[in-house]
């Protein structure tokens, strides 16, 4: 069952690169008594998530923190090795984004947001999507209709609903 806007966040580990190496981080921690936004992408340096997705919220992370936001985060199902060259590839890291990965695609499952396209390689990747989430609920969901598509789920949409 997919999420919707009023839903509680499932409880999932993801994975970032720590000074240490890899380390899990979980959802309830980074979104506990926070305002978090939360994007996602079908795979790291794929076109529009490169080209399009990434970069719309480098241009709009001033326009979240003047909101309120305490973090915006990328999740791809990718490795934390890959999240964090990509980070550094579109200057997202640099910007202030969090590039975390959900490598088994255990929370894009939880939260129904898993898709597959066997044909160009994708499997168990995430849908486009973006979200608002306060202290663990979502207040607010862009959802796009394809994994290729970027407008609802944009930064400058999202960014209209916080």
Known sequence: ???????????ASLIRL?????EEVSISSLTAGRKVVIFA?????TPTCHSAHVPSF??????????????IICISVNDPF???????????????????????SSFTKAIGMDFDAPPVGLMARS??????????VI???NEEASPGECEISAGEALLESV
């Open 82 to 104: 890959v999240m964090t060259a990509w980070g550094e590839a579109t200057g997202a890291s640099a910007a202030g984004l969090s590039m975390l990965a959900d490598p088994a």
């Open 18 to 22: 720590g000074a240490s190496g890899p």
């Open 58 to 71: 480098i241009r709009t992370k001033d326009g979240f923190d003047a909101k309120g936001v305490d973090e």
């Open 139 to 141: 207040t607010a969901l």
């Open 41 to 45: 992408v079908p795979g790291a340096f």
């Open 1 to 11: 069952m997919t999420v919707k806007t009023g839903d509680k966040l499932p409880e």
């Open 127 to 136: 849908k486009r999507y973006a979200m608002v989430v306060e202290d663990g």
